[in-house]
């Protein structure tokens, strides 16, 4: 006898997501984010959002889209690149805040983009980047 499987929840335990990692494009005024979601599937799925300040304002705002956008049940990474001072505000803010925040330096990052034969480099592709790598 053949067992009748519900599709949703089939659907579910097929999509379960693995790994959750946010890229952080680091410039002196701006951030620019993507979430990046790898599944049970093994496909990476990215939610970008508009760029943030890079200031107090800015973290809070993006800790708040953060806080609505991943999944707690999955850990979330963080993953920016080293970029001189600029960096450091956002790091120290997302620690104190809880999150696992990992800093690349930058010639790491450069050769994980040339590897992806990227050829276009705007802040928004790069935050993409910096998340495919951290679900790598």
């Known amino acids: 006898m053949v067992k009748k499987i519900n599709l949703v929840v089939y659907y579910k335990i097929m999509n379960k997501k693995l790994k959750q990692c946010l890229g952080i494009d680091v410039s002196k005024s701006n951030l620019s984010i993507c979430l990046g979601v790898l599944n049970s599937n093994l496909e990476k799925e990215f939610i970008g959002h508009s760029d943030v300040n890079n200031d107090l304002s800015g973290f809070k705002v993006m800790v708040s889209w953060i806080r609505k956008a991943v999944d707690n049940n999955v850990e ?40 992806l034969d990227q050829r276009s480099k705007t802040d928004a592709l790069d935050s993409r980047m910096l998340s495919m790598l951290g679900l790598e």
């Open 76 to 115: 979330l990474v963080v993953l920016m690149e080293a970029t001189g001072v600029y960096h450091q505000g956002v790091c120290q803010y997302l620690y104190n805040q809880g999150y696992k925040v990992s800093v690349m330096q930058s010639g790491r990052v450069k050769r994980y983009a040339q590897s």
